[in-house]
């Protein structure tokens, strides 16, 4: 028997917990009435190295995906109660004559406190529609759940962990802005809770990978987004940063999206979760490349060949900044003697040397930044398209030529990048 010290009341434990498998032409998904969340969410129309779907829920996470709790519990987690599921369908399968479901769970205690889940699927999108309904308490959180969304959590020049928008701000959160935020807080003499928290329009909250994200964003309501740290116990200490929403007592409609971070998917669901595709600095450049990029794929059938056309197409703009460039390096090598011999000549003279120096650049016209600052005018250029393919998922598992299967990972034998380098 497991003492749960919020709820007032006695459960017990894994017994009688019942699991309901949800399957869709997007996605697998099994509900477990443990607690009244999601065990596993598995996508069909992406695979990892080995074919097989890939999870987007990591097994045995300290927080589970849309769990409700209390204050008090967001650093000891107590055990998750079983709810009662409706209806008691073990396993649904939606498809184009059963193209929508509701799953209900629900649980009440004696001392007046109860919880209902309300979670409506649809069977061609990942969003899925849900309500929360507690009373019995003033507030209470919806936590977005441990790592849900993160399939890849070795992400390089990217970010992974928590995110949100704040207006039209997006704010990537891990663990050294918690740490940050408290050390402040210690050197002003204030209480450090080891947590924050964003107020405003929070439009939605989310934990995200490269490639793929679950967010959870409120339906026509504000809510506070709430952030803390927590550090696993035992073998192997982990730590992670988790997430959610606080919301006064009674109900809240939320959109749940868990799947790629596609971005025509992303754009039709209508809260702004597009914006968690990160551009870079250079957004107002790469946008335009990436849309270029999904139309000559669409002509040419192979986002590789895409690739190198649109490489080309970059740098023909550049064509007369690059002859310009080069016509004035050649200059600089042309004066390179009489430069040294002005050096050898003046070495006690600074002053008369750069004087001298100036001189011969004007005879022989000669800019010495002439060779850098067209070089310098493409980087934000190609700054932008390096981001667009280091941030694009239609690159992921998508084939080029011969032994390239999947543009998103590095050539394994190389060949690609020492030809870059000859060319």
Not at 119 to 145: E, M, N, Q, R, W
Not at 164 to 187: A, G, M, W, Y
Not at 255 to 274: D, T
Not at 302 to 313: E, F
Request: net charge neutral.
């Amino acid at each position: 028997m497991i003492l749960c010290p919020s709820l007032g009341i006695l459960s017990k434990g894994d017994n009688g917990k019942k699991e309901i498998k949800i399957e869709t032409e997007l996605y697998s998904a099994v509900f477990t009435t443990k607690g009244g969340t999601i065990k596993k969410w598995a996508l069909k129309q992406h695979s990892d190295q080995s074919k097989e779907p890939i999870s987007l829920l990591p097994p045995d996470t300290p927080i589970p995906p849309v769990f409700v709790m209390f204050e008090g519990q967001l650093k000891d987690l107590p055990a998750k109660v079983n709810y009662t599921a409706e209806p008691q369908n073990d396993s649904v399968v939606l498809d184009g004559n059963n193209r929508k479901y509701a799953l209900s769970f629900l649980y009440a205690d004696p001392s007046g406190v109860s919880i209902r889940k309300d979670f409506t699927f649809y069977y061609d999108s990942y969003k899925v529609d849900v309500t929360t309904d507690v009373k019995g308490v003033p507030s209470y959180y919806v936590a977005l759940g441990s790592k849900f969304g993160i399939y890849n959590e070795k992400g390089e020049w990217v970010h992974v962990g928590p995110v949100l928008l704040r207006d039209s701000e997006k704010i990537d959160i891990d663990k050294d802005n918690v740490e940050s935020i408290n050390f402040i807080q210690r050197f002003l003499g204030k209480e450090s809770r080891n947590e924050l928290t964003y107020q405003g329009n929070v439009r939605w909250i989310a934990q995200e990978d490269n490639y793929f994200a679950a967010a959870l964003s409120p339906v026509n309501v504000q809510n506070d987004a709430r952030i803390w740290k927590w550090t696993s116990q035992g073998d192997g200490q982990k730590q992670g940063v988790e997430i959610a929403y606080k919301v006064t007592a009674g109900k809240a409609d939320f959109l749940l999206y868990a799947g790629p971070k596609r971005m025509e998917i992303l754009e039709e669901l209508g809260i702004g979760l597009e914006h968690i595709i990160d551009f870079g600095f250079f957004s107002i450049i790469a946008r335009p490349l990436f849309w270029l990029l999904k139309y000559l794929y669409q002509v040419l059938g192979n986002y590789g060949w895409a690739i190198v056309v649109l490489t080309i197409l970059v740098r023909i703009p550049f064509i007369p900044l690059l002859n310009k460039s080069q016509k004035s390096m050649k200059k600089m090598q042309d004066i390179q003697p009489h430069m040294a011999a002005i050096k050898e000549q003046f070495k006690k003279d600074p002053q008369r040397m750069q004087k001298e120096i100036m001189e011969l650049y004007k005879k022989h016209k000669v800019n010495p930044v002439g060779g850098c600052l067209p070089m310098l005018i493409q980087l934000p250029v190609f700054f932008a398209l390096y981001k667009i393919l280091l941030v694009s998922i239609e690159l992921q598992g998508a084939p080029f030529i011969l032994w390239i299967h999947d543009l998103s990972l590095k050539d394994p034998y190389y060949v690609m990048p020492i030809l870059m380098g000859i060319t």
